[in-house]
């Protein structure tokens, strides 16, 4: 018992003086608060002191703030990194500093992997395929042309996210991607694009389905459908990932058709992983997966109640 309560405490005593520096995207998705909402709530919880940067979607705010941190001598740095490319040289930076980065939900392309401990992510190509197994399968092969709404330029999660989908659809010369562009995973955004293809493709009848990176951009989507005098959900059919309850909440009104459901709570593993390195020198594995799971307007209220304690 003795030496349990002593290892509690100094593990508490480790948990108390360390400080993490945690560069975050910005705010432009549901999403995007709650992961910054849970990571906050998850340092609390082990008395770890956080300091957050807002990138404001921007790579270059992001490389300020971690140079920052390394000036501040902080114990770990957290990035939830905007854009696949172009990190190396800071990490260097960290990596002389003898400070350990973690990643968080997007992952960078380095050729020196021992630049970063670990990345907390889904497997957003298996996002992009759970939507469009689910497409393929509702459509049973009807004819579908699919207007994409992609998520950042550059992001590893929008790359991935596009190439899940595209692969799922691939061998069903049924549906097709008939217009794809970015909306930046911004509400405002996805609509202003949705309207776009809407306008383009016969004041929206030729499109059967849209396939959004994000539930945001869907949600902004839903708006132009709605505008446009269509109905979606049923005259345009949805598609888009994170679970936030807005989404949920068009499910319920028969608006969206299907989402994939990604945890907001990337800090708790990448807090689970630096604190078991700084005890005993642990090295997490290379990637850290969190689940995705398929949902349906079916068990939507059920998964909107859960969202209470989800940072949401
Ligand atoms: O990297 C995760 C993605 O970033 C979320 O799906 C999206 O909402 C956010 O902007």
Known sequence: LVSALSAAMSSAALADSLTVGFSQVGSESGWRAAETSVAKSEAQKRGITLKIADGQQKQENQIKAVRSFIAQ????????????????????????????????????????????????????????????????????????????????????????????????????????????????????????VMESFIKAENNGKNICMVYAHNDDMAIGAIQAIKEAGLKPGKDILTGSIDGVPDIYKAMLAGEANANVELTPNMAGPAFDALEKFKKDGTLPPKIVRTESKLFLPDSAQAELDKKKDMGY
């Not at 350990?100 to 050729?111: E, G, H, S, Y």
């Not at 049973?140 to 596009?162: F, H, Y």
């Open 73 to 192: 001598g902080v114990d770990a740095i957290f990035i939830a990194p905007i854009v696949q490319t172009g990190w190396e040289p800071v990490l260097e930076e960290a990596k002389d500093a003898k400070i350990p980065v973690f990643l968080l939900d997007r992952a960078i392309t380095v050729k020196d992997d021992s630049l970063y401990m670990t990345v907390v992510t889904a497997d957003n190509v298996l996002e992009g395929k759970l939507i469009g197994d689910w497409l393929v399968k509702e459509m049973d092969g009807k004819p579908c042309n699919v207007v994409e709404l992609q998520g950042t330029v550059g992001a590893s999660v929008a790359i991935d996210r596009k190439k899940g989908f595209a692969e799922a659809i691939a061998k069903t010369p049924n549906i097709k991607i008939i217009r794809s562009q970015s909306g930046d995973f911004t509400r405002s955004k996805g609509k202003e």
